[in-house]
């Protein structure tokens, strides 16, 4: 079966940095665009990056454009987040998701088909 794990989440200071890892199993990694997601407390779900099958495209929410980044290897079913300059706004669970469509604003509502479990990331003011 399908299988999204994420690792990378932890506890960092204001201005600090993590990297977030989503390897993948059970489905054809490329061809599914990929993403991140997250959820903080008492807060709606958000999308905050998509990434195309190719790894050419990619969309991000406004919060984090300019710190965070999105990449994939898919030789390695490997989906990838680096934020850097982080805020204690970034505080959430984070998952990793995968879906049907394009990369595009509107992927974020209705394309995922799998989900990762979560990994946290806490930000210290």
């Known amino acids: 079966q399908v299988q999204l794990v994420e690792s990378g989440g932890g506890s960092v200071q204001a201005g600090g940095s993590l990297r977030l890892s989503c390897t993948a199993s059970?489905?054809?990694?490329?061809?599914?665009?990929m993403g991140w997601f997250r959820q903080a407390p008492g807060k709606e779900r958000e999308g905050v990056a998509c990434?195309?099958?190719?790894?050419?495209?990619?969309v991000y929410v406004d919060s984090v454009e300019g710190r965070f980044t999105i990449s994939r290897d898919n030789a390695k079913n490997t989906l990838y987040l680096q934020m850097n300059s982080l805020n204690a706004e970034d505080t959430a669970m984070y998952y990793c998701?995968?879906?049907?469509?394009?990369?595009?604003?509107?992927?974020?509502?209705?394309?995922?088909?799998?989900w990762g479990q979560g990994t946290q990331v806490t930000v210290s003011s």
């Open positions: 998701a995968a879906g049907i469509g394009a990369c595009s604003g509107s992927w974020f509502r209705g394309s995922v088909r799998y």
């Open positions: 059970g489905l054809t990694f490329d061809m599914y665009v």
């Open positions: 990434i195309s099958r190719s790894g050419s495209g990619t």
